[in-house]
């Protein structure tokens, strides 16, 4: 199975900041690689497909890079609607497997 | 709009099987499969499978091999997971989402199912 590592596991940051967060799968999976936002109570929803590709009505200060091993999730400008868990999931093979989460908090 | 409303939640005891329903709108059915996402308390997510809705054909976790079923019902747009011989470990939020969509991603998700195995 491919091996998912997503960092950090957490961060606080204020409203406005720029957030990172990184993913790298244990072998190379091209840009099979996507983001979905989690909410408690909430259906999960798609952020970034296909590594850089912006899912339809998600907001622009979203963006995604990388290819092969390495992946990047960024948050432009932080938003309080934005404070939530975040997963990275690799689709190259079955069985598809996801990255640990990054609980995103309000400093 | 798309949208998928899963069934409420179950508690089961160990040994017995759960059913859990997805019903979809606003799309084709047949030009999406449907996968089944869970997590466990304080666990991470756990892919389990999906199911074309076109030809019905099935690709299964293989940890899950044996226990679960993944049906369609074309006449009510309605996906189902069905997972046998319950564990306590099997105690988590059922999701099912469709997809592979572009890239083999998940694009819409249902609000997901507690199920609760025990004693």
């Known amino acids: 199975d491919i091996q998912m590592t997503q960092s950090p596991s957490s961060l606080s940051a204020s409203v406005g900041d720029r957030v990172t967060i990184t993913c790298r799968a244990s072998q190379s999976i091209s840009s099979y690689l996507h983001w979905y936002q989690w909410k408690p109570g909430k259906a999960p929803q798609l952020l970034i497909y296909a590594a850089s590709s912006l899912q339809s009505g998600v907001p622009s200060r979203f963006s995604g890079s990388g290819s092969g091993t390495d992946f990047t999730l960024t948050i432009g400008s932080l938003q309080p609607e934005d404070f939530a868990t975040y997963y990275c999931q690799q689709s190259y093979s079955t069985p598809y497997t996801f990255g640990q989460g990054t609980k995103v908090e309000i400093k | 709009q798309v949208q998928l409303v899963q069934s409420g939640a179950e508690v089961k005891k160990p040994g017995a099987s759960v059913k859990v329903s997805c019903k979809t709108s606003?799309?084709?059915?047949?030009?999406?499969?449907i996968s089944w996402v869970r997590q466990a308390p304080g666990q991470g997510l756990e892919w389990m499978g999906w199911?074309?809705?076109?030809?019905?054909?099935?690709d299964y976790a293989q940890k899950l091999q044996g226990r679960v079923t993944m049906t369609t019902d074309t006449s009510t747009s309605t996906a189902y997971m069905e997972l046998r011989s319950l564990r306590s470990d099997d105690t988590a939020v059922y999701y099912c989402?469709?997809?592979?969509?572009?890239?083999?991603?998940?694009?819409?998700w249902g609000q997901g199912t507690l199920v609760t195995v025990s004693p």
């Open positions: 199911i074309s809705a076109y030809n019905r054909n099935t």
């Open positions: 606003g799309y084709t059915f047949i030009t999406y499969g």
């Open positions: 989402a469709r997809g592979p969509a572009a890239k083999r991603s998940f694009d819409y």
